[in-house]
């Protein structure tokens, strides 16, 4: 691999372009890229839309080069309305969550993502795209649709963010969609959300907000 070039950067991996179809993601704190590898190798045996993996090793994944741009940057541009935006999440969820899961531990485990939220969804040709699946497991769907809530609702609480007004209107769109089943997991994905290392200081204090603003929608 020669002199691949700085394309983006997220909370804990760069994305580099080794040429006009792959990428590299690599994480700058260690791991290992197996499992989410073989998640996304399993899923888009399904038919569910993932980024082919071409190469994992180490801290690396070797990917293919999407085009289009993320749904939040659709978002931002006005290109996109809160409404289809939500529903697109919430289909997404759904297709994920009808596939058999990889590995069925326990009776009712699906495929979750864990972290389905609009700048991890790239809006291509081929369509809608999920990205990042580093925290991908199996458990209750019901975990994975109430992370993307939290996610959303930790924005709109934030009233020095410039997308707190947009991400409300994004959440509320997105519970509308998705109904009412997510509150019996909501403590747990506030959990899982407040263990994230990612996490600032500042987003772990809006978790409670967050939650706040999710079970008034009912």
């Known amino acids: 691999m020669v002199d691949p070039v700085p394309l983006a950067s997220g909370r804990d991996a760069d994305v580099f372009a080794i040429d ?3 990428v590299l993601r690599r994480y700058r704190n260690g791991g290992d890229v197996a499992a989410e590898a073989a998640v996304m190798a399993y899923v888009r045996s399904l038919g569910f839309p993932v980024p082919t993996v071409y190469e994992a090793r180490g801290t690396d994944l070797v990917m293919e080069r999407l085009d289009g741009r993320t749904m939040l940057s659709a978002l931002i ?3 996109l309305d809160a409404l289809a935006a939500a529903d697109c999440l919430a289909d997404l969820h759904r297709r994920l969550h009808a596939l058999p899961p990889r590995l069925g531990q326990r009776d009712g485990d699906r495929i979750l993502h864990l972290d389905l939220h609009p700048d991890n969804v790239m809006l291509t040709t081929r369509g809608p795209v999920l990205i990042d699946w580093r925290n991908a497991t199996e458990g209750p769907a ?3 649709v109430a992370l993307s809530a939290v996610i959303l609702a930790q924005v709109a609480v934030d009233c020095e963010h410039p997308l707190a007004s947009p991400a409300a209107t994004l959440l509320d769109a997105f519970l509308d969609c998705v109904g009412g089943s997510l509150l019996t ?3 747990r994905a506030l959990a899982v959300r407040r263990n994230d290392p990612a996490l600032t200081a500042g987003e772990r ?3 409670d ?3 706040v603003l999710i ?3 009912w």
């Open 215 to 217: 079970t008034a929608h």
């Open 142 to 144: 019901e975990l994975d």
């Open 185 to 187: 997991v909501l403590d």
């Open 209 to 211: 907000a967050a939650a």
């Open 20 to 22: 006009d179809r792959r």
């Open 77 to 79: 541009a006005g290109e």
């Open 205 to 207: 204090d809006r978790l």
